[in-house]
């Protein structure tokens, strides 16, 4: 009778299935098992495995399949054998086996182990059977004749190594779950012990002669260290002699590979000593996963050595002989230390450390506590970075230790021992942090039971880590900036696996912080006390946040209206406002923040306001309506209004093209919100009501210097640049074609040296080098002037589809030498000899429109360009064409050129001869000028919207702007700016400093000088200021009797004098609509207004000495003039409600009253006594009304006498002081 028969007679078949089941299993094991049995055993392996044949293992599983499944009195024959090989082959989801499950269990089991986004692992009816065997760098292998897998055990046996075992309940992951390579094949997860499918020794290797006389002279671990450390130095015989020692195991420190070496640590220790223990043999580097804290062990044939690189010098070695017992318990000692304790969750009050140090470099340092934690895996953060949460709230990195051979998966509970706990390291993770190094241990005490994959990550950043050697603060920032870098740059300019280490570099950048120091590995694992790269780590108190274009556009979006009030956007007095200046004050409204403030716009995502952070690429956009620089991402594009430094150190308007194409980091820029509203309230009781709102919208963009960025991408126009100049480009970028292609054809011969260049290099291509090798022609060029951005008709240069009004602008220009042909586009290379050959300059006007109109930005007078047109050898597309008259006509005009859409303009920083700087007057030069047309620059220091009541609500930003500039001297000038037919151009805010050309200069009927624009006006920017900055420099002081000598108005001066007298005084209501007096009711007939505003005015006369002026009041000034507190000024407006005004006319300095009105006489009081007529400090303005000398006739006695008399000096007063 064979085998199999005798295997079938042995188990009574209940049917022809269970038949066919047994057959197949044991044909299973015959092919599969049996083959691998039949090699030559081991060294270690025992003997009776060897002799085991196909009928004895099938039966000696059949009874373990029988022994674990639900119901014992039938076989499982839903279940079937499944070879390695087919396992990884044909399983490609990841899923579940458990033999010993009911449909109950497994439905309850499936509720238990799922997790928000996660579910649980499909179950399969699949059976393994294998051979435990080890495999490279210590991992264990199932193993059948087809092939193995590698496996994970939550606890492994010695009993277990090279023995046929049965699984009863395991996981598979493919290769594919987590997003690995396809190189890297699945593994299977152990759930608790396998079942033997023979017997085996009581220990874990097969006695030897004088095993037992190893274990007999076993000592403790005080014997132990006793030999190592009380000799100071040990001698030779001693240093080589072998000892076995047994201990609870204290620490397991991770496996390094250290110059092609494998070799990890543990600990082993009593109560009071401890001894390390060095496994530098390569067969025996499975035991990192049979040991773990708190298990009992004996290890046997240690060899005392000396570790060089480690200043502890002594330590155990394992050697050939060396055998692992675990559970040991030695017959003459007890080892009773107790477990180290475990943390399951973190309190806040834990959370509290001792007061953080200030190194040298400013920065505060914080001690981290070492403890022990148990938990579960929430979330799997970044899988490449090392970075997990445990519990939902607390935040776990692995970076600090050698990558895992087993990723950890969200659902896995771990046990962490002499790990280190970090309170707020960085603000993007959980407060609390915990942080393995050299020294901590990790193990999964339960496999996770739910399935999913996380984005597949490269792991750069470890490795870059391992590299620098930087902080724990500085590593997470990156992390945390790198995952946001990969969603928000565009994936055509920079390639994922570049994402890592342009963070990094973004990170020392914005850090500031220098490489770190060498990193001692032994000392980390062997030191007592500990000290590690996680010892002590930084908290800065402002760590900068990121943010895409989009997000910080929409946060300022949802700010602009919900964090203001319209009261607050009024002048103070503004509740005293008509309707007309009540609305035309709240009709714009401006919003400015710093990015390194703490009043940013919220995100959600941090407890408070820090320093944000933007990249993005420089571009000129083609389809917007504003010719502006733009900043945009993946995610969306915001306007900027740029500026740089000029050779003098002050600030001068952008432009360098070079920068178009770059891709930068915005570390400080001011964040503008232009509020519109149109609205038409009838007085400030009623802002509280939206129904006077008709419309509102905002404009958001940013403002910052050039020579504040971090170029992280220069493009090639820019890495010219920086060449002329001499600078080092670093390894910032790697921005040639011709670099990428070798990197690519190097990558399969060369792959260690390619990760290292591209640890030190970002691979990024902006434009091909050169421009490629296509033909082109250019002229350089020096603008003089350039006009404004206006919508014209300029269909005749234009496709029919963009016929119409267009926005276009020109500029006039000096050709400096001829158009020249080249094989590729030169950009802003040097000028070369031939484009300098030329005996005279012509002149020529560029004409720009449509897509061309995008360089209006970039081109400023005084400055060199090369104009380029690419695809052509043609030199005569650029010259330019006359202008043809009627006949017998001449045309003193300059030839013309329009400038296509696909035609690019390159600066040259070097220029070829010596710039005229454009004449540019001041504010004052522009008041005591003659000339009609202008060009000054001047700071802005108020505005004011002119809406355009005629046009829809929606038809634009707004009708115009009323300017008010000043310069240094304090002397101010009103600017018009009409919008009808140009774009609204950003950047008009007060303190910043604009170059206004191409103005009219006008004289009001008053006297006044004011300038307005004309269609061919154009602004610049020239210099980026605040609120603080628009502020006047201080008043000078001026005497009354010079000042009225003086011939000049607008001038601003301060004056300190004694009030003489009051000339005029006037309280009243009026009403909000037509200013008529308002008393119940407005007094006008044809006005059916219901709301009203109190208005004062004050007239009075000061004298400093030197002379006499004429000093008028209103508004808000006339409550401290009158030395009024709040609540006497609002019961003097209570007094006025029922007569509706009051006027005081003192009769020259008498102050004689003939009425009886007590408010009058109340009045009349206050303007004469000590409280009013007093010292005080003025800051005034001369006002254009000054009238001319008059002829008076005067008489004493009988005589009359003629002279001219010198009218007062007339000074209206902008603000008030008591002297």
Sequence with gaps: MDSLQLFLDQFKARGEAETVWLKEIFGFISEHLCPELSEPAPLAADDVVTGVCAGQLSVCLVKKLQENVAVTHVLPVSYRLVSVSALLSLQHLACVSNLSWTTNQHRAWEKEVELPGHQALPRVNLLLIGCLKEGRAGEWRLTDASGSVRCECLSLSPLWLNRPVFLPHWNYIPHNALGQNHEVRGYVELIGSPALLCPGPEQGFAASPGEGAGLSRAVGVREAAGLLYNSPCLSPRTRGQRISVFGLVASVCPQLVVAGTTFFCFWLTDESHTVRVLVKDINRQWWTQCVYVGLSVCVTELRVCVLRGWRGNDILCVTEQSELHTNYTHTDTLLDTPPPHLMSHVDSEDCEEVEPETDKAGLRMKKSRVISYQGTVTQVVSDGAGLYVIDRKVGLCLAYQPTLRRKLRAGDSVELHHVHFLYRPCPDFPPSMLCTCLRSSLRVIAFSGVGGAPPPDSGWLPRLLLEKNTGVSEYLWTCHLSSKLAHSLVPSLLKQRSVAVLSWKLMESVWRRGRGGRRDIYSEMLDEPHTCPLSKYTTGPKVHQYLSISALIGSLYSECWSSVSLSSLLPPGGSSLSRSQLNTALAWSCRTLTSDLQDGPQTGDAPGRRPLLLVGMLELPTQTSEPTLQLRDATGAVACVVTETSPDGGQRAAFNSAWIGCLVCVEQFTMVTERFLQSDFPSYQHLDQDKYITNKHCRVYLQFSLDSLHILSPSVAMATHLGQRGEELGSDVTDRRQTLEAEETERA???????????????????????????????????????????????????????????????????????????????????????????????????????????????????????????????????????????????????????????????????????????????????????????????????????????????????????????????????????????????????????????????????????????????????????????????????????????????????????????????????????????????????????????????????????????????????????????????????????????????????????????????????????????????????????????????????????????????????????
Excluded at 801 to 808: K, S
């Design 749 to 1219: 011969t060369t792959a260690s040296r390619k990760r290292r260049r591209e640890a030190s290099s970002v691979t990024v291509t902006t434009n091909p080098v050169g421009g490629g090798f296509r033909p082109c022609v250019s002229l350089v060029i020096r603008v003089e002037q350039k006009e404004g951005v206006a919508q014209k008709n300029t269909a005749a240069a234009l496709k029919v589809e963009e016929a119409g009004l267009t926005r276009c602008f020109s500029v006039k220009a000096v050709v400096v030498g001829p158009v020249v042909s080249w094989g590729r586009d030169p950009k802003n290379g040097p000028v070369t000899d031939k484009e300098m050959e030329t005996e005279q300059e012509d002149k020529v006007v560029l004409v720009l429109s449509g897509g061309s109109a995008r360089w209006f930005p970039l081109l400023q007078p005084g400055c060199f360009y090369r104009l380029t047109a690419p695809n052509t050898q043609d030199p005569r597309v650029l010259i330019g064409r006359g202008v043809s008259g009627q006949r017998g006509v001449e045309l003193h005009t300059d030839p013309t050129l329009q400038v296509r859409s696909d035609w690019r303009l390159h600066t040259l920083t070097r220029p070829p001869l010596q710039a005229l700087s454009p004449t540019v007057l001041s504010v004052s030069e522009v008041l005591d000028s003659r000339s009609e047309m202008v060009c000054f620059q001047a700071q802005v220091c108020d505005r004011i919207s002119l809406s355009d009541r005629t046009s829809s609500p929606g038809a634009g930003v707004c009708a115009g702007v009323r300017l008010t500039v000043w310069d240094q001297s304090g002397r101010t000038l009103q600017v018009y700016l009409d919008f009808s037919h140009t774009p609204y151009p950003p950047g008009l805010l007060p303190g910043n400093t604009l170059l206004l050309s191409a103005f009219q200069r006008r004289v009001s009927r008053s006297g006044g000088v004011y300038c307005r624009s004309l269609p061919v006006s154009s602004i610049t920017v020239t210099s980026l200021g605040d609120a603080s900055s628009a502020r006047p420099p201080s008043a000078p002081m001026m005497h009354l009797g010079v000042w009225a000598v003086r011939d000049q108005s607008g001038i601003v001066g301060q004056v300190r004098g004694h009030v003489v007298c009051f000339l005029f005084l006037q309280l009243e209501w009026s009403c909000s609509l037509c200013g008529s007096p308002y008393l119940q009711t407005c007094s006008s007939s044809q006005c059916l207004s219901t709301s009203s505003v109190f208005q004062s005015k004050a007239k009075l006369v000061m004298d400093d000495g030197t002379g006499e002026a004429h000093v008028w009041f209103s508004g808000a000034l006339v409550p401290p003039l009158l030395g009024l507190a709040d609540s006497q000024w609002e019961g003097l407006q209570r007094a006025l409600r029922v007569r509706g005004h009051i006027r005081v006319t003192p009769r020259g300095r008498s102050l004689v009253c003939d009425s009886d009105d007590p408010l009058l006489h109340f009045l009349l009081c206050v303007c004469s006594s000590d409280v009013v007529c007093r010292q005080l400090s003025l800051t005034c303005r001369k006002t254009n009304q000054q009238r001319s000398e008059e002829m008076k006739r005067f008489s004493r006695g009988e005589r009359d006498f003629m002279t001219r008399v010198t009218p007062p000096l007339q000074l209206t007063c902008l603000h008030l002081e008591d002297v």
